[in-house]
């Protein structure tokens, strides 16, 4: 064999070793992209569940918080009636939830 058939031949070896490495690696790239495709469908199932399950949630609170608020217009006449109200206003000013007008008036230096 001569020297440019040597050559010919590494030649057609370097090129054989490429195309194998790069099928293996195309394939590896293509399984691995498939596994990643399915854990991402996987995730977004379980996102539009939880996204469901709040919108339930929201749903339902808004539903108590509109029923909460239908039983207090009724029970607040009654309740003004019986003096309630004025008593709870009471006891929070006691404990210091209403806040007084002088305590606003002031600033830090109590002027």
Do not use: C, W
Not at 45 to 72: H, I, L, S
């Amino acid at each position: 064999m001569t020297f440019a058939e040597n050559i010919a031949q590494i030649k057609d070896i370097v090129v054989i070793v490429f195309l194998l490495f790069s099928f293996v690696i195309v394939a590896y790239v293509t399984v691995t992209l498939m596994r990643l495709h399915s854990r991402m469908n996987r995730f977004m199932d379980r996102m539009e569940n939880v996204a469901d399950g709040f919108e339930e949630t929201f749903g339902r609170v808004a539903v108590a918080r509109q029923a909460v608020e239908d039983a207090a217009a009724v029970l607040r006449p009654v309740a003004q009636g019986l003096g309630l109200v004025s008593a709870l206003q009471g006891v929070g000013r006691l404990f210091g939830g209403g806040g007084s007008s002088k305590a606003k008036d002031t600033d830090e230096n109590g002027n």
